[in-house]
């Protein structure tokens, strides 16, 4: 895995295999939530821009993904703001 030596490089191996696995954990329990919001919007205003709404919500969340700073240029900044992302795409992927 990737996220162990760009977001997490301080902690031992086993830890940061868990925190990344927390990291990716965090996008399954936001699906609910994101079903939630999104079907919500999806009765009482549009479905067309509902689902609008949830891709951008995911293409945004990855793309940002791509070009975060990692560990050593921000510090613990880096693992805040994948948590994050990996929010968004867990909204975005329930909707």
């Known amino acids: 895995m990737v996220f162990l030596h760009l977001f997490f490089p301080k902690s031992d191996p086993t830890s940061a295999l868990l925190q990344s696995f927390a990291t990716f954990s965090i996008a399954v329990f936001a ?3 994101g079903a939630a919001i999104f079907g919500h919007f ?4 549009d ?3 509902t689902l609008v709404a949830a ?3 995911m293409s945004l969340s ?3 993904i791509g070009v975060l700073p990692t560990y050593a240029s921000i510090g ?3 693992p805040l703001l994948l948590a994050l992302c ?3 795409q867990g909204l975005g992927l329930g909707g």
């Open 62 to 64: 990855t793309v940002t």
């Open 76 to 78: 613990v900044g880096a």
């Open 86 to 88: 990996r929010l968004g």
């Open 42 to 45: 999806g009765d009482r205003v």
């Open 55 to 57: 891709l951008m919500t």
């Open 31 to 33: 699906r609910p939530i």
């Open 47 to 49: 479905r067309k821009a």
